[in-house]
C-alpha cells in the first residue's frame, strides 16, 4: 500500500482549468442481468445528506428503472436545507454521527446488503464505503458533488494527498458518475475510475413542481430594493470572501446607495458569516428547503460565488425561476 501510494503520488500535476482531456469513452460496465425484468438492487450512501445532495440523489431516484430496488442510507446534518416534508420513493435509513461510527455503519451495511450497485455520493461516504470489504459482484458508483483535491482552501501538498488518495480509492471504482463536464474531466484526466460516465444535474419533480406554483405567486413590489441572493453553507468553498466583496462594491454605487439588499440564503461558519454581516449582508441561517426556494423566489438576481463546485443545484433553481444568474 505504501508503495502504491508513492508510485501514484510522485508523478501528480494539478492541471489548470481549460487543460484537462475529455472523459474516457468507455463503455459502461454492464450490471443489469439478461433478463429485463430481473431485479436490480443499488444502495445510496451519503455521509452528507443535505442541501443539493439530497435533491441530487432524489432526482436520481425518479429516473431510475421500475426493475431497481433502492434504499438511501445518509447522514442528516443538523439544520442544513434539506426537504421538509417530501418523502422519498424509497427507504431512507438514518447513518449514526461521527466518522468512526459511520464507517462501522457503512461496513455492515454493504456486508448485510450485498446491493449489485453501491453508489456514493460525495467525498466521505466515498471514502467510507472504498476501504471496508466489497463483495465482488457489487459494482461501485461514485458522484463526488465536487473533488475534495479542488479545493483552493488547502494547501498544494494537501491537495495532493486528497488527489493521491482519490486515486487508490479509484482502484475500487467502477464508474465515476460524474454531475458536470468539470468534474467527468477531472476524473478521466487523474484515472479515478474504470470508467467515467457523465449525467448532468436535474431538479427532482416536487421542487420544479413547487417553484412554477411560487413563481405564480410572488409578486415584486413596486418600489422595493433590488434583492441579490446566493444560497448555501457559509464557508470557504461559497466564497463568502468574495460575497461580501462584491457586496462593498455594490453598496457604494449610486444604485446601491439609492436601494439594494444582498441576502445569503443558508447557514455555517459564525466567523464568515461576521464577514457577510459587516459588509452588509442580511443571514436567513438554515432553513428547510421549502423556505429556502422561498427566499430565493424573492430574489431578483442570483449571484453564485462558490470558488470550486462540481454542481449547484441552487443554479438550476435560479433558472427555474427565470432570474438572471451571474455565477463566478
Excluded at 430481473?38 to 421500475?66: K, N, T, Y
Amino acid at each position: 500500500m505504501v508503495k502504491a501510494f508513492h508510485d501514484i503520488a510522485r508523478p501528480l500535476e494539478l492541471a489548470p482549468i481549460g487543460q484537462l482531456d475529455q472523459p474516457r469513452p468507455l463503455d459502461a460496465p454492464q450490471i443489469a442481468a439478461s433478463g429485463p425484468t430481473e431485479r436490480i438492487s443499488v444502495l445510496h450512501i451519503a455521509e452528507s445528506f443535505s442541501s443539493g445532495v439530497a435533491s441530487a440523489i432524489h432526482a436520481c431516484l425518479e429516473a431510475q428503472p421500475q426493475n431497481v430496488d433502492a434504499a438511501v442510507y445518509g447522514y442528516r446534518i443538523p439544520g442544513a436545507q434539506i426537504e421538509a416534508d417530501v418523502q422519498l420513493p424509497v427507504p431512507f435509513f438514518e447513518l449514526p454521527e461521527g466518522k468512526h461510527r459511520q464507517l462501522l455503519a457503512i461496513r455492515s451495511i454493504i456486508a448485510h446488503r450485498r446491493p449489485d450497485v453501491l453508489h456514493l455520493h460525495s467525498s466521505w461516504a466515498g471514502l467510507l464505503a472504498r476501504i471496508v470489504p466489497i463483495p465482488r459482484s457489487t459494482r461501485v458508483v461514485f458522484t463526488p458533488h465536487c473533488w475534495g483535491f479542488q479545493r483552493l482552501d488547502l494547501t498544494s501538498p494537501k491537495r495532493r494527498a486528497i488527489l493521491s488518495i482519490d486515486r487508490l480509492t479509484g482502484l475500487r471504482t467502477d464508474v465515476v458518475l460524474a454531475c458536470s463536464v468539470r468534474e467527468a474531466e477531472l476524473s478521466s484526466r487523474y484515472h479515478l475510475a474504470r470508467t467515467v460516465l457523465h449525467l448532468p444535474q436535474q431538479l427532482p419533480k416536487h421542487l420544479r413542481r413547487e417553484i412554477e406554483g411560487l413563481s405564480k405567486t410572488v409578486l415584486r413590489t413596486p418600489g422595493a430594493p433590488l434583492v441579490v441572493g446566493m444560497s448555501g453553507r457559509i464557508c470557504p468553498q461559497k466564497g463568502v470572501d468574495f460575497f461580501a466583496s462584491v457586496a462593498r462594491g455594490l453598496r457604494a454605487t449610486p444604485e446601491g446607495r439609492a436601494g439594494l439588499k444582498l441576502k445569503w440564503i443558508g447557514g455555517g461558519s459564525a466567523v464568515a458569516a461576521a464577514e457577510l454581516v459587516a459588509a452588509g449582508v442580511t443571514i436567513t441561517g438554515w432553513l428547510n428547503q421549502d423556505e429556502a426556494v422561498r427566499e430565493l423566489s424573492e430574489c431578483d438576481v442570483y449571484l453564485h460565488t462558490a470558488a470550486w463546485e462540481g454542481y449547484p443545484m441552487t443554479v438550476l433553481e435560479a433558472f427555474e425561476f427565470n432570474l438572471p444568474v451571474v455565477a463566478r
